[in-house]
C-alpha cells in the first residue's frame, strides 16, 4: 500500500503563491506517475498537473500553464506544485494521486492523499 501526504495549502490574496507538497511513502511501478487534480464545491474533480519521478515527461492543464510548476525531489519521494499568481476561480480543495500511467482521467490513479484546501480572496 502507498500513502500520499499533502500539505502546504492555505488561505492567500488574489496575485499571490503557494507550494504544496505531497509525500509519498514508497515509489513502486505502480506509482511511476504523480498528478495532482484540484475540486471546487459543486464542481466535478479536475485535472492539474501530472509528472513522472525521473520528470522526464510534464502535463499542464491549459487554465494553469505557467502560473503552476511541478518538480520531485526523488530522494524525498516528495513531489511539489508551486502555484503563482493565484486566481479566486484556483479556490479549491488540491489533491494528490499516484498510478501507473500518465491520465488526466481520475479513475486511472489509484492512490490519494487527503486533500488540501486552498483559498484565494479577491
Known amino acids: 500500500q502507498v500513502q500520499l501526504v499533502e500539505s502546504g495549502g492555505g488561505l492567500v490574496q488574489a496575485g499571490g503563491s503557494l507550494r504544496l507538497s505531497c509525500a509519498a511513502s514508497?515509489?513502486?511501478?505502480?506509482?511511476?506517475?504523480v498528478a495532482w487534480f484540484r475540486q471546487a464545491p459543486g464542481k466535478e474533480r479536475e485535472f492539474v498537473t501530472s509528472i513522472t519521478w525521473s520528470g522526464s515527461v510534464l502535463y499542464y492543464a491549459d487554465s494553469v500553464k505557467g502560473r503552476f510548476t511541478m518538480s520531485t525531489d526523488n530522494a524525498r519521494s516528495t513531489v511539489y506544485l508551486q502555484l503563482n499568481s493565484l486566481k479566486p476561480e484556483d479556490t479549491a480543495v488540491y489533491y494528490c494521486?499516484?498510478?501507473?500511467?500518465?491520465?488526466?482521467?481520475?479513475?486511472?490513479?489509484?492512490?490519494w492523499g487527503q486533500g488540501t484546501q486552498v483559498t484565494v480572496s479577491s
Open positions: 514508497r515509489r513502486t511501478t505502480s506509482t511511476s506517475v
Open positions: 494521486a499516484a498510478g501507473s500511467r500518465q491520465s488526466t482521467d481520475p479513475l486511472v490513479y489509484s492512490y
